[in-house]
């Protein structure tokens, strides 16, 4: 009787232990998963050139000037001075036709010099005898959009190469408001604010570095080539001050890297 309980006994062990070994075999099974993280594909850094600067040109804007400030520059002109000017959308260089007069600030009550053409179109800009821009018409292209806000990179095609006007800066204040031929637009403040030029994408050079603006933005008056190297040049207004009216020639012939500022003259009429 004994051995038969016994045996019994071993018979239920086996069966539970058989029972327990299907109920873990029965789990699913979960396969590894292989996680693969995504590399964001690092963007080349371009080289930064610095801005270059050679003053080779005499130039004068139509306007006038306070005489104590600037009557150096007026001891310059003479009858071989040339004009930079604009008609109908043809940019050329041309002996320039000229008249100084003189007057009084009502203002400020200090003498002024003048100089202005004597035809009926004011050239964009008055210049001295120079060995980089002769006489004749520049190819121009057209400005994509004025002013060149931080946001907004302009591109230019010429001879096969490819332009890239690129703004940065930090915009303080905004606001909309209609100018003199009753339009409609937004003007940014920006402080620490430069612009770059890259061509073909190799590398950006310094361009402009302005620390505030009152009032003024920068704005291209042309974008074309001035020297005749086959080279695009650039002309900015560069006024930081609403009281001050600033000039800026860029070439590219003889550059380092891609343009130098090659002319400036800076205008200041505050009362």
Known sequence: MKKTLIVF??????????KKEEEVSAEPITPTEEVIEEVEEEKPVLTIYEKEE???L?????????KDVHQAQFNKVNDKWLAFEEKKGLFQVIKADYAISEEVN????SEQLGIFATGPIEPIFFLGPNALIKKGTKVAVNIKEQPLWPEAPQEYLFNGKQYILRAEGKELDSYNYTDDSGKAKKYKKFKNYKLYLSVDG???????DIPEFNDTFVKLLFVGDLDDDGNLDFVFDTSADYE?????????????????????VSVDFSC
């Open 244 to 264: 001050v009216q600033t000039v800026e020639v860029y070439l590219s012939r003889g550059a380092k890297h891609f343009i130098y500022l090659a002319g400036e």
């Open 106 to 109: 009502e203002c400020t009550e």
């Open 202 to 208: 190799e590398a950006e050079q310094l361009v402009l």
């Open 9 to 18: 006994a071993l018979l239920a062990l086996v069966a539970c232990k058989d």
């Open 54 to 56: 050679n003053i080779l």
């Open 58 to 66: 005499d130039i004068l804007i139509p306007r006038y000037y306070d």
